[in-house]
């Protein structure tokens, strides 16, 4: 039984298991648990249980104990979708996750949170099939698609969170096995269904490709014919910020850089 | 030790291979007319094949679909679905407008959205159910409300005569459950997920079903319906459920008297071997439910109450612990 959250994307703060039955390192496993959303404050309740059977983790924060309890109480090898997108820290705390975390096929994370930390992993870690990195707004040109197509050769499903649509086109260059792409629809709340009919009307007259709209994203199947379509090049939807701009031109010059060497 | 190629295994395994463990767009794509004469013989004598198309690339689905004449015949599990791919169902129906082609066909799974096909088209698609041999049918549907006469849709379903397994979401339609009185089903394994279904629908249920083994329904309990249940249950008596061994209740709503409108229905489930109640509203008085389960259910075993806590203060929170950490 846990404390019931008001919200979804509320993390664990209590637990109980009743009847406990405990092992001999006293912990108590369960393996009827999936999902779970940890962050500091669940540090506690983490303590007298290992969770065997857990897919889909959500981690808030990460402090050095933290990261050790997960490893401890949670099978990391059995994840397949990670959410690190609302981590504060540093890149080097997530780094050290991953690596435990390596059947993973979904990963939700900032794009300023991947470094070249990652980068030895990520290579190897190729079963990553669909990164969704829509946290927060970002560039996405060709040298962040660059960096993406190189961290996650295998990548079948991209999920980014841009204004700026007018370089969607090289996908077909650097992530030949894209499936499918989904971007956010430049509107943040419908106040009607006509205008949300409108909205599609007006897409549908747009563009040629196929679509499937939800209340914060369009998601489009993906081949040659939809990733040429003439809608990429009138795409700007939003504008990002110009200090979001600046953020994301040093990280990504010092990736590039830190991504040249490796390769030298 | 050399390493074995895939090429040096017997006709025989490969054939074993194609038939029960990959996918029939991944042989079509790797194998067929690709590689050489003794594979492509050995995909035309593969006599069943199953195709996942769930979230699969756009090229390998219109390469395979133009191809499916080829393998029509053969073709026993199939999985379709607009998760993702926008568009493949109105383009699957556009080639293949009637289930019925597939004869061989025995386990679908079908992921719709209305909204994006033409609605005649998907009606049409849902009734051409009826004309297969399928045993299993997982079937999700998005907007079914924009279907014309969307209840008969599903009460052909349950009609089907071969199905034992059928899993039906929707996004919280509001179905009327009655349409299924005098109608008759071999269903075995029942899920219903995100269809508004009143503790006393599953009068119709187990009527129309009685055949079940396994039942996984959302179920509301609501005060307004209390009354009108107590009329419609005296009207018609309860089917008894005798093969029934597992059933799963994911229960909303406030009603404090959702133990005592179960008990009927436990009353007739004598073989229920495994419940699982999920409570999503308030938890009445757990005593009751373990009188309920004592009285009612002679022979279940295994016994599982999820609940949430949203309507619990942190100090009957522990008296509910206490008590559930009873032998019972």
Same mark, same amino acid.
């Given at each position: 039984m846990n404390r019931y959250r008001y919200r979804s994307n509320e993390p664990v703060a209590q637990w109980w298991i009743a009847p406990q039955r405990k092992l001999n390192n006293n912990l108590s496993v369960t393996n009827r648990i999936l999902r779970l959303h940890l962050c500091i404050e669940s540090l506690f309740f983490l303590q007298n249980h290992y969770f065997d059977n857990v897919t889909h983790l959500v981690v808030g924060e990460l402090n050095g104990n933290f990261f050790e309890s997960i490893i401890k109480h949670v099978n990391c090898l059995r994840i397949k979708y990670l959410d690190v997108s609302s981590m504060k820290e540093e890149n080097s705390k997530i780094s050290s996750l991953l690596p435990y975390t390596r059947n993973i096929t979904y990963l939700r994370i900032n794009l300023n949170q991947l470094s070249h930390q990652q980068f030895a992993y990520l290579k190897e870690c190729s079963g990553i099939k669909c990164l969704d990195i829509s946290a927060s707004q970002h560039r996405f040109d060709r040298n962040n698609i660059f960096v993406i197509a190189n961290m996650f050769p295998n990548l079948e499903h991209l999920i980014i969170n841009t204004g700026d649509l007018r370089d969607v086109p090289i996908l077909q260059t650097y992530l030949p096995r894209l499936r499918s792409l989904t971007f956010p629809p430049g509107i943040s709340i419908f106040s009607d269904g006509y205008e949300e009919k409108l909205f599609d009307h007006n897409l549908r007259e747009k563009s040629q490709f196929l679509f499937q709209r939800e209340t914060n994203s369009i998601t489009v199947w993906i081949d040659q014919a939809a990733l040429q379509d003439s809608y990429w090049r009138k795409g700007k939807t939003t504008t990002s910020s110009s200090s979001e701009r600046a953020t994301n031109r040093s990280w990504l010059t010092k990736t590039i850089e830190k991504l040249s060497s490796l390769f030298k | 030790m050399s390493v074995s190629k895939l090429e040096s295994l017997p006709n025989e395994i490969l054939v074993d291979i194609f038939e029960k463990y990959l996918n029939g767009v991944d042989i079509i794509k790797a194998f067929d007319f690709q590689l050489n004469r003794r594979f492509d013989a050995l995909v035309a004598q593969c006599e069943r094949l199953r195709f996942d198309f769930v979230r699969c690339h756009k090229d390998d689905f219109h390469f395979c679909i133009g191809l499916f004449p080829a393998y029509i015949d053969k073709i026993e599990e199939l999985a379709l679905s607009e998760q993702n791919t926008p568009g493949q169902i109105h383009a699957f129906l556009s080639f293949y407008p009637s289930f019925a082609t597939f004869k061989r066909l025995r386990k679908l799974y079908f992921h719709v959205n209305v909204e994006a096909v033409q609605p005649a088209l998907a009606y049409n698609a849902l009734r051409s159910l009826s004309n297969t041999a399928l045993d299993t049918l997982s079937i999700k549907i998005i907007?079914?409300?924009? $279907?014309?006469?969307s209840d008969n849709a599903i009460v052909e379903i349950f009609s089907m005569k071969t199905l034992k397994k059928l899993t039906i979401a929707c996004d919280g339609y509001k179905m009327n459950w009655n349409v299924l009185n005098g109608g008759s089903s071999n269903i075995e394994y029942l899920t219903i997920r995100n269809i508004s279904c009143q503790s006393q629908d599953l009068t119709y249920i187990f009527r129309c079903?009685?055949? $079940?083994?396994y039942l996984d329904i959302d179920l509301s309990f609501d005060t307004l319906f209390r009354n009108y249940q107590s009329e419609s249950s005296s009207k018609h008596p309860l089917t008894r459920m005798s093969m029934l061994h597992t059933a799963i209740f994911n229960i909303y709503g406030n009603d404090q008297t959702t133990h005592s409108q179960l008990e009927p229905y436990f009353q007739c489930m004598p073989s229920l071997h495994r419940l699982e109640i999920k409570l999503y509203g308030r938890l009445s008085d757990f005593s009751v439910w373990e009188t309920l389960l004592q009285t009612s259910l002679p022979s279940l075993a295994y016994f599982t109450l999820e609940m949430t806590t949203v309507y619990l203060t942190d100090s009957n929170m522990s008296s509910i612990l206490e008590s559930i950490q009873s032998p019972f």
């Open positions: - | 907007k079914i409300q924009d $279907l014309y006469r079903a009685s055949g $079940l083994k």
